[in-house]
Each structure stands twice: as structure tokens, then as C-alpha cells.
DNA sequence: TGAACAGTTGGAAGCGCTTCCATGAATATA
DNA sequence: TATATTCATGGAAGCGCTTCCAACTGTTCA
């Protein structure tokens, strides 16, 4: 049927561990020999049988990734960082695309399985506690992404900063009255965010006033979402008025703005004029709607995160490493700064 | 170390064959022993080596697909269909996204290598002529989505009817002089897309006139991209005066009606008012840009390719089957069309 | 001249499973 | 009672590879 190391040995008259041997450049093997196996193997048009070789040698030279669909834009660039790197190690990349957490356990058992994969990569969710053991008993390799545990590596994003660099561009283009529009603070990327802009705000010796932060919790993802971000904008736009009134506003997410920004067309609200906006994620969207946001290196979070998983599967003591990312500020229309520097497109 | 069914069949006293077939729902074991060996398998909580199953059984149940991520939004859709599907039917998916032929072309003979998938979907892009004999001589199932091939399984989106409804659509709301911008004739995409428009016209009595259709092919795919339809949508108003003045444009795709969009505000064209346009694919951003366009099911067409790619494995020997899946109109505002019907959101 | 050693090589064992065949027990049939 | 027939079961063989150990060939050195 199909070739197997017996057909190339028998055909090139050497034994099946020195065919084993050429075909893994194996130094012990004379450079002749490796000439004549090496040929028959062209010409049998020899294929290695990927499950007998993992089988035998104990490597899968696979990974999974469980990923949440929700992200969308996220999604797709933190896996072509991811695969692209994949492709250059050698791996094989399982994807594990989810709704919701309990596929995400799912799919946890699923890697977890003997034999069934080198590493894990775990994006945008919280690490069940339960899991954790299971992870160091078996010694599998999990890199966490948009996410963080203590015990294992991870790689995140640093929304306080961010936050406060979105904050700070707003200050710097005169405005002393900002409101914030943010999702529930049950979620961490909500309050580093608020924090972020409470910091910025108290660098410039401004009050943080409770009753400039609008948090709506309606539809999925906390309140990141689309009509959680409309509903917060229609709130405060009806609180905006008189001389205390808000001439612009940090929001926790693109999604959010998204929303927003047809909040406020409906209500006659102009972005920037009436009132300035700066956001966070840097999604495709945002660039059309142009926003001014704080842009998350999403490519090269998926390459880190399978160096790390790399570096993991090489030396498995070694402590965990968090490693984290400055988003950058990318400055669009809706903060009404008069250069717009859009140098993406 | 891990516990194999050696360790099962000791502890429950029984032999390995009787174990695996416990494992495996054989019929023919009594409801006694598979009682008892099952409940072992639950005490030293046993978890199958997946590759030796895989080794010994010749199945993987593994897939891969091959899909290119300039796709965006219809990648993730479409993958949500794939993954959701694969996940009911216990098949692990191995995601290959690509970023040009030339990958694809690697990640073909990856799939193909003895023994690593069961079958493979490849996406949006068209089949390079040479993989055919060889899917065709190691039998394995391959299914085209968003491609057609004689030879194998496809599935794909009626571009030409759709054009034909969404030039309808403009015909319907009065106008009678519609033009077209197109990318490169040098896809069936392109070319069937024109011809729906053009059968439009000719439906409603109206000449089908070269000067009226705008193709540029500059930047990536071909043309189906942002800067190429700004490009036409410049050249289309730069011609656009008179009484011969194009009212309508039926644009090829959502990207380029991006483009079309900031170039007809640049040059102060408004959409609907002076331009009405109706375009393809409803990505995300058709929404918020209030793109009227036609809509390929995406989701839908991720869960056939992979029931497709499972009707294959079962029956290899049935005629290579092809399903078309028609497009439906998404009205919203850029056609100018009184009463928006968006249902969607 | 013989011992020690490095460089190659062949092939058995083993990875953990599925499957087939032989066997034995239990039941049905003449 | 003797003989089929069915149902359960044990375990060897085999999937295609890697790896280890033994063995064989030359060389080198005392």
C-alpha cells in the first residue's frame, strides 16, 4: 500500500534504524550511505507516517489553541502571529474556536489528553481554577493570552497604562472635563481601565467624580458590546448638559465606541466637536469609524505566546514569565486633534 | 507513568481486547464486565493515547483546512460553521490559515503526508491543478468552499444571481442608469458578478455599456480591495456629470464599497442621495458603514463543507456533488431604499 | 602482535492501541 | 446424550516508527 521505512531499507539494502537514522539527520551515519537512503526515499516518493512517528518518539509536534470567537478582529491577527510562528517551528496548529466557558473546558480535557498535544494556548478567558493542577501534574505547557495566572506564562496587555495614555492624550488637547464609558468592573480589563483614568486624571490635579463614569451591563462580554455602549452614551448625553457638561469621553472598547458613536448621531451629538472620544483595542472597525483608540499589538502577541510555549516545552522548571504590552496611542478623527497621524491604513 | 489499557485490564482482572472493547462500545461484551471495566477507567481516571488509537485504528479524526485569513470577517464566520460541526462530530480541526498561494501550496502537501488527516477543506482559493491526481490516488476527501473544482466536493455562492438581485434591487428603487465597479475579470468571481449585472439590465430593457463599469487592480486580490474600489469610485465620479450621470453603482465587493464610500465623500458625492449603491459579501463593516449588499451565509456554509467532507468519508466513491447557496439582499441605507429593513444587528 | 577504541550498522524491542482468531462456557437442537 | 450455535473473552499480531544495544570493521597505540 503505502511506503514504509522497511520498503525504503529493503530497496537501498541498509537496515530500518539507519534509514530511521538518515531520515533524522542522525550524525552516526556515513555520508554515502545517507546519499543512496536519501535517494530511494526521492524515488519511492517516500512520506512518513505522522501518528507512528508520534507514537514512537513521544512528540506530537502539535499544539491547541482555545480561542474565543467573540474577539473577532482580535481573533484572526493574534493567529496569524500565532501561525505564522507555527509554521517556522514546525508545529501543527489545532484550533479550538469557542462561544462560551464550558466549550472552553471542553476543550481544556480534550488537550489535556495524553499524547494529544505538546502545548496549550489559552486566549481571552479566565483560567478555571480547577484546571490548574491538571496542568502542573502532566507537566503540559500553557501559555495564557489577554489573560493571566500566576502559575503558568502569560502574556497581557497593560490597560492601566494604556488607559492613562488614552486619558492623558485627551488632557493634552484641553479638555478638563472627561467622562469615562466602561463595562462592569466583574472584569479585571474594566477596572485596570478606570484606574488608568483615574491616574490620569489625578496627574493633572483633576477629581475622578463617580458620576462621570457610565457602566451599562446590558447584552453579552460585561457590557463590551456594541448596545452597552450605546445605552451608556444615551445616558450621558442626557446627564450632559450646563456648565459641568463632559466635552469628551474615554471608552473601555472599540465595541463600545462603535455603539457610542451611533448614540450620539441620533441624538445630534457630533464626534469630535461636541464631544471627543478615544477608545481602546484598535479593532478593524475602528480604523473605518475613525477613531482614535489605543492599539493592542495583537500580531505579535501571538508570536510571543508560542515562543513561550516553545521555550516552555524546552525547559519546563523554569519560572513562569508574565510578559506584558504597551498599547499604542493611534490618533484618529474622533478625538478632534488636528493632525491625525493615521500611518496604519 | 500514564495508565494504559494494560493497567485497566489488570486492575479489572480482565484482558486488553476486552478492555478496548468496552472502550469502544463493541457490542459483544456482557453488561457485567463493561460495568466493571468502566469502572476502572473512571478510578484511575484512564485517558486514551490518542496517536496509538490513531496508529492502530488508520483514523485520525482530524481535518484540516485551508483558508486564507485575508478573508477576515468571512473566515471567522465560515470557521464557526466548521468548528461547530467538527465539534459534533468528534473531529479535532487543524487550522492552516494562509497568506498566499505559495503556502497553500505547503500546507496541501502537509495534508496530504500518510496518515495525518481524514480529510481537508480549502478555501477562497482555486485549486492548483497539480494537487488533483494526487488527492485522487491516496483517496482522500477534499472539499472546495468558496472554490469550485469538477473533480471534487464544492461549495460555493451564486454570484451571478446575485448580481442580479442586487442590480434588481436598484432597478427597482427607479433607477435606471446603474453602473458598476468591478475588480479584475481575471476571477470567476468578478466575471459572474458582471454577468448578473448585466442580465439585470437586459431584464428591464437598459443597454449593457463598457464605459459604465469602473475595474481597477491595483493593490492586493485582485482588485477586491479598499484602495482599488476608492480608485474606481474617483474614476466613476471624474466621468459622472450630465445628463448621462450614473445615479446607482453596483459595487463587487463590501471592501471595495469601503473604498468607494470615502472616495464619494472626499469629492463630496453623497451615498444615497446623489450615488445610491448596493454591493456584495455583507461583512461585518457593511453594517456599520449601512452597506446594502447581498449576503453569502458564511456559518452555514462552514457546517456543509464539513457534513461534505463526512458524506466523502463515508461513501468515497459518489459523484463529486456541488452546492450553490444563493445570496439574499440586506437592505440598509447606502441604496436609499425609504424603509431600512436591517434584521439582523 | 594484540588490545582499545571510534565509526557504522542491523535489527529487536517497545510506543499503546485495535482487531482477529482461538478458546471456552452456556445454551439450543436433534 | 451428542452436537451445533451463540456469546464472551484473552491475547497475539501488527500499525510504522524511534531508540537502544550488540556487533562488525578499521585504526591507533603500546
Redesign the pocket.
Known sequence: ??V??YDLAREA??????V??C??NHP???A??RAKVLDVVKRLSYQ??AY??R???KKTNTISAIIPFFTNYFFIQVLQGVQDKAAELGFDLILYGVNNPSQAEYYLRRSLQRGHVDGVMFFSMSLPESYVPKFQQIRLPLVLVDAYHPEFDSISVRNLEGATMATRHLLKLGHTNIAMINASLSTQPARDRMEGYRIALAEAGLPFRNDRVFISEIGKQDGFNREAGRASMEDLIGKNSGKDRATAVFIASDVQAMGALEGAAELGVRVPDDLAIVSFDDIELAQHAQLTTMRQPMYEMGVLALEKLFARMKSPDSAPSLTTFLPSLIVRRSCGASVPSEQLV
Chains 1, 2 share one sequence.
Open positions: 500500500m503505502s514504509t521505512i539494502g541498509v537496515g530500518i534504524g539507519t530511521s537514522r531520515l533524522n552516526s551515519v556515513s554515502e550511505t512518513p507516517h507512528a512517528q507514537l514512537a518518539s
